[in-house]
């Protein structure tokens, strides 16, 4: 197995690692990505996004010449799509959008030939596999001579290079005959249990995943509105009431992010909007928990406005869609601070993971403590964990958004 080349489409946040891990286990790998920036980056040997041990596996990938990149399609035997799956916006119910891995699909058409391995591990709606088969076959593929199969990532930012050989993985083949291939080209490089099924099932389990996550998060953060009315402190009670044997309520935060928890549940309800009630109230849950925010958010700016006589500077500390990384994707952070600029307030944005932003100032925390009027903490980043930190946010009254003052 280990002699065949692995053509990655899409070098990411998921098929960057996926193609460095590859070629740390003895795969020779070509991976491709529509960003120019990102091929150079990575054929230097370095990395474009953040992810602890990752930049180590792509320097002695690319060092080993196990790893190049192209922005051109490559010819493998086989190929792993690892391309955003976003939904398309407007309308009650968003709905969920293939283009890409279509397109990475069609892109790939030219070189599939009998025997190889097509897998998406991308997450997407039920029914997207088949029609990438469909997509082949009308290229003029011998689809039923190509093993096709869908796996998707199981992992979490931070600890994406363990977890990428820890964690049990699902394979979903659109034959029998394809889940078996599939799933033992898996065992050569995951540790975790590969377990194997068909293609709709392991579609339907990656979204059923991340909406139980959803779920669990909506009442959450249900629970610390219904807190702030009644003026509890939500991060004592869940405390107190995670005591319990069987109880383990999650942490509430300034909505849901990311590409998976805040997009994937949208997939199952606009398939079936009549029995996925609950789904679909989570998510507006959680997306109301956002605005919330916000309005908070404003409602500290108007008292400083009134105390002052000024406009006040509001520091948002933390864009990140979750704790320790660079990712923006889906982020209710980020949504707040973007909001509130367009609405005309003064925004200054902390993120120790990224640089710039387009949009607003990025600056240093000391910097931020020092003059804003109004300090929201929306992520719980390790920086902001400082005892000094700590004791200057507890002294301006920051408003904390995510636990990160503790629950006293």
């Not at 920036?37 to 474009?48: L, P």
């Not at 402190?233 to 069987?246: F, K």
């Not at 789904?279 to 919330?292: F, G, H, L, Q, Y």
């Not at 507890?394 to 006293?408: E, I, P, Q, V, W």
């Amino acid at each position: 197995m280990k002699n065949k080349l692995i053509s990655v489409v899409g070098l990411g946040y998921i098929g960057l690692p996926t193609a460095a891990l590859l070629a740390s286990q003895g795969y020779t790998v070509v991976g491709t990505d529509i960003s120019q920036h990102a091929v150079d980056t990575i054929n230097q040997g370095k990395i474009h996004i953040v992810e602890p041990d990752l930049d180590a596996f792509v320097r002695s990938a690319v060092t080993a010449g196990r790893l190049k990149a192209s922005t051109l399609p490559q010819a493998g035997d086989v190929y792993m799509i690892c391309v955003p799956t976003p939904f398309h916006e407007g309308g009650a119910i968003p709905q969920p959008n293939i283009d890409y891995v279509l397109a990475a699909t069609r892109s790939i058409a030219p070189f599939v030939k009998p025997g190889d391995l097509v897998i998406l591990e991308s997450t997407s709606p039920v029914g997207t596999t088949e029609k990438m088969q469909a997509v082949l076959s009308e290229a003029g593929v011998k689809v039923e001579e190509v093993h096709m199969a869908y796996c998707p990532e199981r992992v979490l930012p931070g600890k994406i290079m363990t977890e990428l050989v820890e964690n049990d993985r699902v394979v979903g083949g659109v034959t029998p005959a394809a889940t078996k291939v599939v799933a033992d080209f898996y065992r050569t490089f995951v540790r975790g249990e590969v377990l194997e099924t068909e293609a709709k099932t392991a579609e339907m389990c990656k979204l059923t995943e991340n909406s139980f996550r959803d779920v669990n998060i909506a009442f959450a953060n249900e629970l610390s509105l219904i807190c702030d009315k009644e003026r509890i402190n939500v991060w004592n009670l869940i405390q107190l009431a995670n005591r319990h044997p069987r109880v383990n309520i999650l942490q509430p935060s300034a909505g849901v992010g990311g590409h998976c928890i805040a997009v994937d549940p949208w997939f199952i309800v606009a398939r079936d909007v009549e029995n996925a009630k609950l789904i679909r109230t989570a998510r507006e849950v959680n997306n109301r928990k956002t605005d919330w925010v916000i309005d908070k958010i404003k409602i500290a700016a108007a008292d400083a406005t009134a105390k002052s006589g000024k406009k006040p500077t509001i520091a948002c500390l933390g864009l990140a869609f979750k704790p320790d990384i660079d990712d923006l994707r889906e982020s209710p952070a980020l949504h707040v601070a973007l909001a509130l600029q367009s609405q005309g307030y003064d925004v200054i944005a902390v993120e120790p993971n990224i640089d710039s932003h387009d949009s607003f100032t990025v600056v240093g925390l000391e910097q931020a403590l020092g003059s804003a009027d109004v300090i929201a903490v929306l992520v719980r980043h390790r920086q902001f964990f400082a005892p000094d930190v700590q004791k200057q946010l507890s002294s301006k009254a920051a408003l904390d958004f995510c636990g990160a003052l503790g629950s006293s």
